[in-house]
């Protein structure tokens, strides 16, 4: 195997453009798009600009998209999250009009919504699992009339998989699959996102939803549940510190999982281009996942791999 083109023979995994999704955030109060500070060269796209924005990236060769909103008002339950007219409903109709083929993903949230910035509705500093559960279900049903694909519930509350899955039957979108974030760690690394998305929570944190980092096996039993409740994709997030979480996942349950290599992860290697050459880093990360078991990976760098090597 001395010679390059004998090892491109036997490589045993490669990236290619249909596991990537992109994600795009679709910011309601602006008119052109606002470079993300701590993201480098990554910006938030008005209603009027997703358009185009998936326009850019079909060209690229990518496909699927996940879509991340920030709305132009915020309340204590996220009404905004479930609005007809809201930001990601906008986006959706917009996009779905355009283009028939593409994959289309929501996040499933309130902390983009709500005014303390918490995943789940709060009652006297305590977040309210099974009163987030019908609000949850009500955004992924206002997504899926809008033409979403795949809804991604990403505040790790109990029984949320399930809860969607009944709200999504019960109107007739049974065809709408669920991507779950079901292994998403407290992370420090999602530091950029929340600049990003306008998230950051008012008061606490997130520990006592999202997993404990010093755990593994944890992550397996969230993936059980999940799955038990009707998931169709699972995900393990942050990806790059928890590549063991992703291969332990995908061997054990054999379904499609999901990577998502996040803001911070991101933002790391944009940091360090004076020491690294991205390129070479990016395509190493990105092959580095799918080696670990992934299936599919949600990344910053997409527009710049299919640029690059696409
Ligand atoms: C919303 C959500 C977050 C991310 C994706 N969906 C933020 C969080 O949980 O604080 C983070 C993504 C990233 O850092 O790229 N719950």
């Not at 798009?33 to 480098?40: A, F």
């Not at 109107?171 to 990003?196: C, H, L, Q, W």
């Not at 991205?278 to 990360?285: G, P, S």
């Not at 990105?286 to 992934?294: D, F, M, Q």
Request: aromatic share 10%.
């Amino acid at each position: 195997m001395r010679q390059e083109r004998l090892r491109r023979l036997v490589r045993e995994v490669k990236v290619d453009l249909d596991d990537l999704i992109v994600p795009i955030f679709v910011d309601e109060r602006i008119s052109k798009p606002v470079e993300i500070p701590s993201m480098p060269g990554y910006y938030r796209v008005p209603v009027e600009g997703v358009v185009k924005e998936v326009e850019n990236c079909l060209e690229l060769g990518l496909k699927s998209f996940i879509l991340f909103g920030i709305p132009s008002y915020k309340d204590e339950i996220g009404s905004s999250a479930f609005d007809r007219n809201g930001v990601i409903q906008k986006a959706l109709r917009r996009i779905r009009s355009e283009f028939s083929d593409v994959v289309l993903i929501t996040d499933v949230c309130l902390c983009e919504y709500t005014t303390h910035g918490h995943c789940g509705i709060v009652k006297d500093g305590k977040i309210l699992n099974d009163e987030t559960l019908p609000i949850l279900g009500e955004i992924a049903v206002s997504h899926a009339e809008c033409g979403a694909d795949i809804v991604a519930p990403s505040g790790m509350m109990d029984g949320m998989v399930k809860a969607i899955r009944t709200a999504l039957d019960d109107e007739g979108y049974t065809d709408v699959a669920i991507m779950s974030y079901s292994a998403k760690y407290a992370s420090n690394f999602y530091g950029p996102f929340r600049d990003a998305a306008e998230s950051g929570y008012k008061f606490g944190d997130r520990k006592s939803y999202q997993m404990d980092f010093h755990n593994g096996d944890e992550a397996l039993r969230e993936v059980e549940l999940d799955l038990k409740e009707g998931a169709d994709i699972v995900m393990v997030k942050p990806a790059l510190a928890y590549l063991d979480v992703v291969r332990r996942v995908k061997d054990r349950f054999g379904v499609p999982t999901c990577a998502y290599n996040v803001s911070g992860e991101y933002a790391m290697v944009k940091a360090s281009t004076t020491f690294l050459d991205e390129r070479a880093i990016v395509y190493e990360i990105l092959t580095c996942i799918k080696r670990a078991g992934a299936d599919l990976i949600v990344t910053y760098h997409a527009k710049d791999f299919a640029r690059w090597f696409g």
